[in-house]
């Protein structure tokens, strides 16, 4: 091998050196000279590609939007907000949850004021979905600009309505949101192109293709935990599709919609979109119910599993198609030969980003019973070290607020139920009302020795907080992560990356990082979705892409001006006596498995041509005598 490869390379080294030759006979020029040139060549090859690139990023329009008090400055003066006080059901009262200052009210939609927005949206679709690629491109291109100039507001924003700390906002709501960008303007096109297919052996004739068209208007209806990329998320796909876009935020992240939807518009008015093509709509269950059944074309739903069935009983009255993205419980797996110091720093990003708000975020870590204690020894003083506080307060945290009135309880009740149960609470773990701490916070929490039969073994925790349980084969490990109704995300840590890869294989799960985070999502061509109670289809990579359209299979002559689709004349009305046969002479022609009885095959179709009136007495096929 080593020798054929040695043979190789001198047989390119010789080649190279004859055309080297051959080129410095040509124009004269020595090897130097030559040398010389292509320097130059390189560079100035180089130049042009650099100004090339620079005059087309100054060519994308910078938008500018204004902002209130509350968007441009982290702090600020503003009454206090109680959860559950008396407000008029018409309107959706909005407040920081780490300071619990009222931010102002919004618009509670009607059914009706939905419809009419989905009507609008119709209108913008019908003209959206005749443009071009390119024109799809500069919007996407605007938008990323207006992201890259306007970072420091969209994460304030998104920490002054969710409570997360900087940081995670630009981990969860910038860069995720830049990524998909990038990949549906580098690579959106080629996957919404028309796609060859094959025609078949009997159809050998024919042209097959795909061809991927818009199915008109997207509803969303998406959560709070990450309300920039919760909207940008389905609105870059739906539109880079050829969609119209008509998104329910959720009523406890409705306040930084109002910004967002600014910048929106503004982009859609620079690359010449139509002005309704987006439209965002606040409210609470009756616009929910009013934007699934009120005539959009497909439905996004981000949520809870409760609900995510509720979507699908209200979309089956229209036979609206759905894709549900719920709840997700998922495993992180340590094996004994795992490089902990690396995993550990991993471990708190996936149990306690946002606050542990994640659809895909690390529940339930199973670490191996050889460095179980090893793991806990270095997990437990980072958590206990970890600073939680109001991430706009001037002071760098590491845990912010969350951002649902009523989930510290909640979160705290299912703790209390695994320590009552036999698990060890090694950080956190207490509870203050919001009046008490400031803001509706709960601190990071360590669970250790978690196990079947407690509530939080089952339930989604959605907070912060890291159970931790023991594991010592693969089999049991598999079987322990199995063990859960929801198969979102799934995650394994191992020396051995084959031993890893054969894990994660066995996991009931819709995605699998190997040696790695939930880095699935940071790959945007691949799709994101789970199994189970986790829900079903994909948005996201380039099944969520084609998802947004309705794939027309199309089948036309491929050489028309020399063979064209014809009824063989046996099959032609009145049919003809050798009809059948002709039919299973074909079939055996095309189909039999071996040349020796397709040659049957097509001695017995000539037969059937050239002596049709040998089958005059024998109709379509053998008699059976009464």
Same mark, same amino acid.
């Given at each position: $091998? %080593? @020798? +054929? +490869? @040695?043979d190789a390379v001198k047989a390119v080294q010789t080649l190279c050196r004859a055309g080297i030759d051959q080129l410095l006979s040509l124009t004269g020029l020595t090897e130097t000279q030559l040398i010389q040139l292509a320097i130059v060549a390189a560079v100035v090859l180089g130049v042009v590609y650099l100004l090339k690139d620079v005059v087309s990023s100054l060519l994308i329009p910078s938008i500018k939007v204004e902002t209130t008090d509350a968007e441009a400055n982290d702090i600020i003066t503003a009454a206090k907000y109680t959860p559950g006080q008396a407000v008029d059901k018409d309107v959706i009262p909005c407040y920081d949850p780490s300071t619990m200052q009222l931010l102002g009210h919004l618009p509670a939609m009607s059914a009706a004021e939905v419809r009419a927005r989905i009507a609008k949206a119709k209108e913008a679709a019908k003209v959206w979905r005749q443009s071009p690629f390119s024109q799809r491109r500069r919007l996407l291109r605007i938008l990323l600009k207006a992201v890259m100039e306007n970072i420091d507001t969209i994460c304030r924003v998104s920490s002054r309505d969710s409570g997360k700390p900087l940081l995670d906002a630009v981990l969860g709501e910038v860069v995720v949101t830049c990524e998909k960008i990038h990949w549906l303007c580098r690579e959106g %096109? =080629?996957?919404?192109? &028309?796609?060859r297919r094959s025609a078949g052996i009997m159809s050998f004739y024919k042209s097959a293709r795909v061809e991927f068209h818009p199915v008109g208007v997207v509803g969303a209806i998406v959560p709070w935990n990450y309300p920039f990329h919760n909207v940008l998320n389905p609105l870059t796909a739906a539109l880079f599709a050829g969609n119209a876009l008509v998104i329910k935020v959720s009523e406890h992240a409705s306040w930084s919609s109002q910004y967002y939807g600014r910048l929106i518009s503004a982009a859609l008015a620079a690359?010449? @979109? &139509?002005? #309704?093509?987006?439209q965002i709509v606040t409210g609470y269950g009756e616009a929910g119910s009013a934007l699934v059944t009120g005539g959009v074309d497909k439905v996004i739903f981000v949520g809870s599993t409760q609900v995510g069935k509720l979507v699908q009983r209200a979309a089956a009255d229209t036979l609206t198609p759905v894709v549900l993205e719920l709840g997700g419980k998922d495993p992180v797996i340590v094996a004994e030969d795992a490089d902990l110091g690396t995993v550990v720093q991993v471990a708190l990003k996936a149990a306690f980003l946002n606050g542990g708000q994640n659809c895909a975020g690390g529940e339930r870590f199973f670490v191996h019973d050889k460095v179980y204690d090893k793991f806990l020894g270095m997990v437990t003083p980072l958590v206990q070290g970890m600073r939680q506080g109001n991430p706009l307060g001037g002071e760098v945290v590491d845990s912010g607020a969350l951002? $649902? &009135?009523?989930l510290a309880e909640k979160v705290h009740g299912l703790v209390e139920d695994a320590v009552a149960r036999g698990a060890r609470l090694l950080a956190g773990g207490r509870l203050r009302s919001a009046q008490e701490a400031g803001g509706q916070f709960y601190p990071p929490t360590l669970l250790a020795d978690v196990r079947p039969g407690m509530a939080i073994w089952e339930?989604?925790?959605f907070g912060p907080v890291m159970s931790v349980? =023991?594991?010592?084969? #693969?089999d049991e490990v598999v079987a322990l992560a199995n063990d859960c109704p929801f198969g979102l995300g799934s995650n394994v840590f191992c020396g051995s990356q084959a031993r890893a890869r054969s894990i994660a294989s066995r996991l009931e799960a819709g995605m699998s990082s190997v040696n790695d985070f939930a880095t699935t999502y940071m790959c945007q061509s691949l799709p994101f979705g789970g199994v189970k109670h986790s829900g079903f289809d994909r948005f996201a990579g380039v099944e969520g892409l084609r998802g947004l359209c309705v794939p027309k299979a199309v089948a036309e002559d491929r050489f028309p001006w020399l063979m064209k689709s014809t009824i063989p004349p046996p099959w032609q009305h009145p049919v003809q006596p050798n009809a059948f046969a002709f039919g299973r002479a074909l079939v055996t022609m095309f189909y039999a498995p071996g040349l020796i009885y397709q040659a049957r095959g097509l001695a017995a179709l000539l037969h059937c041509l050239v002596f049709p009136? +040998?089958? @005059?007495?024998r109709g379509a096929g053998k008699t059976k005598a009464a």
């Open positions: $091998m %080593e @020798a +054929a +490869a @040695a %096109e =080629r996957y919404l192109k &028309p796609e690359a010449g @979109a &139509p002005a #309704d093509l987006v951002c $649902m &009135p009523g339930e989604e925790v349980i =023991r594991w010592s084969s #693969d009136g +040998a089958y @005059a007495s």
